[in-house]
């Protein structure tokens, strides 16, 4: 940690927040055990494994339990993505188009019709040959 911070007078406590609250919440009590939430609650579990850390994590259980503190993990990101839709937008939603699936499956389609023809040649090579002379030069 002595490399990740500056040494000065004016820095005089620095600590890394996720391991200082975890060492705080495991003397008082509350520190989650996510094993035992990906068991139970695996919504909740891997909201927490897998998103940022917030302190609504350490009232779920022990001292200062809170009945909300699930659903405000839940919804964290919702509170996050709403301050950022100041008004709401006149543009309708663009519609999802079959266009793309449909052009796949054609090209799929014509590339299976080309192998099929194509192995008819591979298995007589003759009959590709005989093709092949008309557009060649007479020798």
């Known amino acids: 940690m002595a490399k990740r911070y500056v040494t000065s007078q004016r820095h005089t406590i620095q600590v890394d927040h996720v391991s200082y609250m975890d060492e705080i919440a495991t003397l008082v009590g509350v520190r989650p055990n996510f094993l ?3 068991l139970t609650d695996p919504k909740l579990g891997l909201n927490m494994l897998l998103g940022p850390c917030t302190s609504y994590q350490y009232r779920l259980r ?13 919804t ?22 079959l266009m793309w699936p449909l052009i796949l499956s054609a090209a799929a389609l014509g590339f299976a019709v080309y192998c099929s023809s194509l192995s008819v040649f ?14 060649l030069p007479a020798q």
């Open 62 to 74: 022990g001292p200062g339990k809170w009945a909300g503190a699930r659903h405000a993990i839940l």
């Open 76 to 97: 964290q990101w919702e509170r996050v993505a709403q301050p950022m839709q100041t008004r709401p937008s006149d543009q309708k939603k663009p519609k999802s188009s």
């Open 36 to 38: 035992r939430l990906l």
């Open 122 to 135: 591979l298995q007589e090579p003759t009959a590709l040959l005989d093709r092949i002379k008309v557009y």
